[in-house]
């Protein structure tokens, strides 16, 4: 395993990260999510990315996760990097959603409970929540961490003015902003414009969601919708008709370049992904170990050519 600092701090992170927001809840196969839990850490996967409302039901994949824990890892502790979140909805009621103090107060505690953990590594503002003063949210973070409930703090998908202000007021009160998360690959280049830069400005570190487009940068849908994929799930984030044939055309000859360079097509988006010096890690999902593994082949061959870099940018523009 390959770890970067992360921005400016000491603390050091994988340069792939375990993401538990699909396939480890009370509806998804338990001792499939042990089994990968386990591997990633074995091979040197050290931070789970959590939030309160990963499941299906929201909740469910922190209660496993804290029982995958006390089973197996928690002589391991201080191996882990453990975040959550709170910001999305997770409960009926007014207080059950956005960034108010109430809701994070409450939500990180219901986190910790589920888990079982004394304190979480990391704990974000899970998104923007134009109802609340940034100052309200980012001051119940400084709070968590003087409360001993997080070690470090971040926030995610935060828009550019809104995750400057938040930094600038994190930075003021002596808890600075550890790093930013955002959806970032080959198909969604919006953090390239303001926010790797602000994340870098602030000394924070960089952390990608969904690398892979949510399975549309591999070789799944290279020859259709298969019966079991994201895509063919009606439920799901990703929607049969954003598998377009143009998006497809450009796998296909992005595939090409993966080829040549002795990847699959996976493989070459987890690192591409990763060669901005601003990205400290990317957040992968699976479904089961040989997911895991085969993501972990990125590792192999993370340098691009700047020939290489141009006919990817040709594609993708």
Wanted: net charge neutral.
């Amino acid at each position: 395993m390959k770890y970067l600092f992360c921005g400016r701090s000491g603390l050091q992170l994988p340069a792939i990260s375990l993401g538990l927001w699909h396939n480890f809840g009370f509806m998804d196969n338990f001792d499939t999510a042990e089994q990968m839990i386990l591997y990633a850490f074995e091979q040197g996967i050290t931070h789970f990315d959590l939030a309160n409302n990963y499941g299906p039901p929201p909740g469910s994949a922190e209660t496993n996760f804290g029982k995958i824990l006390k089973k197996n890892l928690v002589s391991h502790r201080d191996e882990m990097i453990i975040s959550s979140k709170a910001g999305h909805r997770m409960w009926p009621g007014p207080y059950g959603d956005g960034s108010s103090r109430k809701n994070l107060m409450a939500s990180i505690d219901q986190s910790l409970k589920r888990t079982g953990l004394e304190y979480f590594d990391i704990f974000y503002s899970h998104r923007y929540d134009r109802y609340t003063p940034i100052e309200e949210t980012m001051r119940a973070l400084v709070d968590i961490v003087h409360q001993g409930k997080a070690l470090y703090v971040g926030i995610s998908k935060y828009p550019p003015q809104q995750a400057f202000e938040a930094m600038t007021y994190l930075k003021e009160h002596n808890v600075p902003c550890l790093i930013f998360q955002d959806r970032y690959n080959m198909f969604q280049r919006e953090p390239e414009k303001e926010i790797l830069s602000i994340a870098n400005k602030f000394g924070a570190g960089f952390i990608a969601f969904s690398p892979l487009a949510q399975g549309i940068l591999t070789d799944k849908y290279l020859n259709g919708i298969p019966e079991h994929s994201r895509a063919a799930d009606p439920t799901g984030f990703l929607r049969k008709e954003q598998v377009t044939d143009e998006l497809i055309g450009k796998v296909k000859k992005l595939n090409e370049i993966a080829n040549q360079r002795g990847q699959t097509m996976a493989e070459m988006a987890l690192a591409w992904a990763l060669h901005d010096d601003r990205v400290t890690s990317v957040i992968i999902g699976a479904r089961n170990v040989n997911q895991i593994k085969d993501n972990l082949k990125a590792l192999d061959n993370l340098s691009f050519t700047q020939a290489e870099l141009n006919r990817i940018n040709g594609i993708l523009n």
